[in-house]
């Protein structure tokens, strides 16, 4: 019998085939501290979390018997995957089964900054009606530019080009022939391409080379009152250099879903003076019911086949 250890919240569905296989027993416990959880995992032999659990060298040293570590979603930048490698234990992640969610959360962080959507919504439910504070860029014929042309960089492509935006993108691993078949013209100098873009959408992982790769330096290069996107991880912008950015009017709004330290209780561009250009949610990418499904079934999947041998 396979003990598998659920440290997080994970759609219950996706998780059916674990619960029906005959040669495990899934143990769910939630919001362990990490010296709990390094005690819960001693004789477990694979683990399933999501982006809040930090499975650290101590915890990967802790569990003794552990054989795979499997992370529901994409990101695997809260595992230490060099400690799991020396250790022969298996990392899985499921980076296929979110990528539509968090393209339309991208398409969606678009259109509410382009148009101010939520700070309207407040304004009208605050008993005002002021519609010439609400005056909006249209996206038809704007340059977007998208930082990482992978899965979600390349499915906000065909969607931001299906609205008339004309695309670059910034991504010195992909084939260039990915680009030119989606019509996406590629630059290979970051500061060259922010400087041309009204909107700069970022899809790359928080790697040593992305953290902070908007920072005070590559903001000096962006164009005046463009608009910045950031619905792929927190750590991949410097929010300081971003709130003097917009306080200065060199950026005209900005976009977050993921934040440098989540839960995020504050950060600079929660700053009350910055209200009116800055949209916020609390990493909610990958919250649809069907990508929540998805990605709990492969991972779910590919775990069995791991532990099976
Ligand atoms: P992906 O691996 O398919 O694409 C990442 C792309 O970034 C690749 O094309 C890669 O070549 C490129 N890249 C890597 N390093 C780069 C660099 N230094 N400069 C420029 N490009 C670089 O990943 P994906 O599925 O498209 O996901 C992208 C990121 O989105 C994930 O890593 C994850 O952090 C984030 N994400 C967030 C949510 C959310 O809930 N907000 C949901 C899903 C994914």
Known sequence: ??????????????????????????????????EELCDAVKDIDALITRSGTAVDKKLLEAGKKLKVVARVGVGVDNIDL????????????????????????????????????????NSLLSGEWKREKFL???????????????RIGSSVATRAKALGMEIFCYDPYINPKKAENLGVKRLDDLRGALSLADFVTLHVPLTHETRNIINEETLKSIKRGAYLINCARGGIVDEGACA??????????????????????ESPLFDPALIEKVVVTPHIGANTREAQRAVAEIVVKNLIKALSG
């Open 1 to 34: 019998m396979f003990k598998v250890l659920i440290t997080e919240h994970i759609h219950e569905e996706g998780l059916k085939e674990l619960y029906e296989a005959p040669n495990i027993e899934a143990i769910l416990r939630l919001n362990m501290s990490q």
């Open 82 to 121: 060099g400690a799991a490698s020396k250790r022969g234990i298996i990392v899985l992640n499921s980076p296929t089964g979110n990528t539509l969610a968090a393209t339309e959360l991208t398409m969606g962080m678009i259109f509410s900054i382009a148009r101010k959507i939520p700070q309207a919504n």
């Open 136 to 150: 909006g860029t249209q996206l038809y014929g704007k340059t977007l530019l998208i930082v990482g042309l992978g």
């Open 244 to 265: 003097k950015a917009l306080k200065e009017d060199r950026l005209a709004g900005a976009a977050f879903d993921v934040h440098v330290v989540e839960p995020a209780k």
